[in-house]
């Protein structure tokens, strides 16, 4: 058949999978011909020497030889070389059904741009996930993806996974490692795709060995990605929850000690410590403000014209006009101090009050201070330029 009669690629990353790769490549023929869809079969070989290669030509499956090392870098060259309209890509080592594929399928045909597999509504059986995953690493992080992204899904890092090859080139993934899986969840939401998700079944690796899933480092690397990805989560909230905190824990301490109970009070010593919780507020909002405009500079996330609107009236000027007036009030409790330290012929003063003044003079200019160097920074990346 021509390229352009092609509805489907099933595309499949291996890796040595010599045990299992033609069990897989027949259920996804049976699936093609018993449905009447017509596709083709991708094996995107990563470096096997198993004699994969050979099995998967003999299967009936076409052979994507993909030099770059790692489980995104695999299907990105899977992917680049489908030819179908839609594309579905699942592990090539049994443990997911290619014979029961048309749930999503159908989804991609009533016009949903990536629809995803979800193993706890489908059936995870015996011996298929590792505890540790299934209870923790999973659900935790697939959690973290709805809280950051509001994406509406239950199991973020499911193998089992079709989308519109149109639109997803349109979404230009980057990654190579294991976190290709939440690239590919979080850069459609930010693109506007239509997302579903479809229960799917996780039988146990039918390969018999180690499997290539590092759960500790591979867990890294996808809540990196998430944090990365979020700059909000990563330094706005965490930012304004420290200036918040810190602020209000001033404001009581200003006065004099806070007693909470007999014997235990709150006093300068806690005032250095929400002063210190405040000036990394503002640092860290400001690497928020750094973070977002980068990434929307160079692509890694979608304009939003909230964000350009926001980012307008954040200029250069004004941040140093703020940051001036930090370093103007600091510098008035300092002169303050010294008044009264000069009105006591410069002797020995009560250190507690006078500790109360210059924490916060000093608060507000390393604030302005700070203020002060990121309004530069941020204005050298407003630059414009070819």
């Not at 009533?110 to 209870?135: S, W």
């Not at 009581?252 to 405040?278: E, K, Q, R, Y």
């Not at 909230?306 to 954040?314: G, I, L, P, S």
């Amino acid at each position: 058949m021509s390229d352009s009669t092609l509805e489907l690629s099933i595309v499949m990353p291996c890796l040595n999978e010599a045990r299992t790769l033609p069990i897989c490549v027949a259920k996804a023929k049976a699936f093609l011909e018993s449905n009447r869809v017509n596709g083709e079969i991708i094996v995107a070989d990563n470096g096997s020497t198993d004699g994969s290669i050979d099995i998967a030509r003999k299967a009936g499956a076409r052979v994507m030889a993909v030099t770059e090392k790692g489980y995104g870098a695999a299907l990105a060259g899977g992917i680049a070389a489908a030819q179908g309209r839609f594309v579905i890509m699942g592990d090539s080592d049994d443990s997911y059904d290619f014979t029961a594929l048309m749930p999503i399928l159908e989804k991609l045909r009533d016009g949903y741009e990536l629809v995803i597999g979800n193993r706890f509504k489908g059936g995870i059986a015996k011996g298929a996930m590792p505890l540790l995953n299934r209870y923790v690493g999973n659900p935790v992080l697939s959690t973290l993806g709805k809280i950051f992204f509001k994406i509406p899904l239950g199991d973020f890092h499911c193998g089992l996974r079709g989308f519109d090859r149109a639109a997803m080139q349109r979404v230009e993934l980057v990654t190579t490692g294991m976190e290709y899986a939440s690239e590919m969840i979080v850069r459609s939401a930010l693109h506007g795709l239509r997302i579903a998700e479809v229960p799917v079944t996780l039988s146990p690796d039918g390969r018999g060995r180690k499997p290539h899933l590092h759960p500790w480092r591979d867990g890294w690397r996808h809540l990196r990605f998430l944090l990365l990805y979020s700059p909000r989560w990563l330094y706005l909230y965490p930012g304004i929850a420290m200036i918040v905190v810190g602020g209000v824990i001033s404001v009581l301490l200003l006065p004099g000690p806070v007693m909470i109970a007999d014997g235990v009070g709150l006093d300068v010593h806690t005032l250095l410590v929400a002063s210190m919780a405040i000036l990394v507020g503002v640092q860290s909002i400001t690497f928020g403000f750094i973070a977002r405009i980068y990434a929307i500079k160079n692509g890694i996330l979608p304009d939003n014209h909230r964000y350009e609107k926001f980012f307008a009236n954040v200029t250069l000027e004004r941040m140093l006009m703020l940051g001036v007036a930090l370093i103007l009030i600091g510098l008035a409790g300092v002169a303050w101090a010294a008044q009264l330290w000069s009105a006591k012929n410069f002797g020995a003063l009560d250190y507690r009050n006078m500790m109360r003044i210059l924490i916060v003079a000093m608060t507000g200019i390393v604030a302005g201070l700070q203020l002060g160097f990121a309004a530069f920074l941020l204005g050298v990346m407003q630059i414009k330029h070819r």
